[in-house]
Each structure stands twice: as C-alpha cells, then as structure tokens.
C-alpha cells in the first residue's frame, strides 16, 4: 500500500499541519480524527488496515487529516465565539487546502467525508456546508451539534457548524438536491457510551426524512460500543452500501 505524509504550513490555521494518504487510486476518502485526536489514530486503531483490500485494489484513498478540535470546541479556556471562531479556519483549511490536494492527488472532484465519534461531527457538518465539494459521507458514532461543549450558546459561527440547528431551517433547493445526488450513511450503536449520539442521530435521521433527502440510518443492537472496534466493521460495511447502486 501507498502511505505517504504531507506537512505544511497552513496560512488559514497560521501552523503546521499533517495529513497522510493511503492508495494510489480511487474515491477519495476524508477522515477526520474522533474526540481530539490526532491523524495517527486511524491507523492506530486498524481503521485502514480494515479497509486495506479496497485501498490496494485502487478503489480507495483515504486522506486522513489532523484535527485542532483543543483549540476550538473543546478549548474550555477559550470564550464560545472564539471556539466556534477557530473552528472557521479549519474550516477553510479543509476546503481551500485539502480538498484541492485531494482532487489532484487523486483525479475525482467529488469527496466523501468520514468520522467516529468527534470525526462524525466534522464529517456530517462539512458534507452538509459543503454539498458542492462533498458527495458523500459515512458519519459513525456521532453528535450532530456543539450543545455539548457550548452549552446552549449560539451566534451565528457556531449555528452554522451546527447541522442540528441549520438543516431543520434549510430550504435552499441547490442544497437539497445536491444532498438528494450524494451518497449519506449515518449509523450508531446502542450499546454502552453511546447515550449522546443515539438521539443526535434520531434527531438527524427525522430531519433528513422531512426534507425528503434519501439517506442510510443504521442503528447497530445494544451490543455495540462507542468503540473503534465497531467503527472498524461500520466503516467497512458502509463503504459496501455507498458502492451499491
């Protein structure tokens, strides 16, 4: 397998960042790391060797990114417009520095998004913002807005990262059909620690259902743990479906 390792200075972040790519050929594949961690946890705990036939095969890259998530939603020292602030950059970072290196890297213009736990978020939220460079995403495991480190704090910086605040008002045709063109999965188990995600994905899956945006809710049994190994067997499963027809 290809594995390569890129490092550079990011004039939306004003700091070194890291991303590594795994494949050669295929869908791109974006990976955000889960609840401040970092890019080497994907590999750290088999999220790519569980998928390692798809990416040699030339039918997946995967583009696994850092995240600063310590210095924005979970900064606890920092004020709630700062935090959402923050996240604003890495916003654009992703947008006007990874997508554009995963396009070249890999000759596709449509991306998906994927993430467990924290990653879900930034998956779902980028994928929802962004429908014109995302077309699909596998959300795992995850809270679909920040009242869990804000509070019920809210401007419009955090609103708009929030997709459980801004898709129930959303009636934009452009979004809506480019989220009916693309390829959504959002799963959950309900088992142990999974007592916050479970109904953020309720919430999301009735939202969606609303807006008549066709999308993939699985909700795994009550054996299944906010754990990364299910979001191994969920990710491979997942990129089954999105195949699919």
Not at 44 to 50: A, L, R, Y
Request: proline share 4%; net charge negative.
């Amino acid at each position: 397998m290809r594995v390569e390792h890129r490092r550079w200075s990011s004039a939306n972040l004003g700091h070194d960042m890291d991303l590594a790519i795994y494949g050669h050929a295929g869908k791109p594949l974006l990976c955000f790391p889960s609840y401040n961690g970092r890019m080497s946890d994907w590999a750290s705990f088999g999220m790519v060797d569980c998928v390692a036939d798809l990416i040699e095969a030339g039918r997946l890259t995967m583009i696994v990114v850092d995240g600063i998530d310590w210095q924005s939603w979970t900064n606890r020292d920092a004020s709630p417009e700062h935090r959402a602030r923050r996240h604003n950059d890495y916003h654009r970072y992703i947008t006007d520095e990874v997508v554009p290196l995963a396009r070249a890297e890999t000759g596709h213009d449509g991306i998906w998004t994927t993430g467990c736990s924290m990653g879900a978020f930034h998956a779902a939220n980028f994928f929802f913002r962004r429908p014109d460079l995302f077309d699909g995403v596998i959300a795992m495991s995850g809270v679909y807005q920040p009242r869990h480190f804000l509070g019920d704090y809210v401007n419009d910086d955090v609103y708009f990262n929030s997709p459980l605040y801004y898709l129930p008002e959303l009636r934009d045709p452009w979004h809506l059909e480019l989220y009916r063109r693309s390829r959504i999965v959002v799963c959950v188990g309900q088992g142990a620690w999974e007592n916050e995600a479970l109904p953020d994905t309720r919430a999301l899956d009735e939202v969606l259902a609303r807006k008549g945006v066709p999308a993939t809710f699985d909700y795994w049994g009550t054996d299944v743990e906010h754990h990364w190994y299910w979001w191994q067997k969920m990710l491979r499963h997942h990129l089954g479906v999105l195949w699919s027809g």
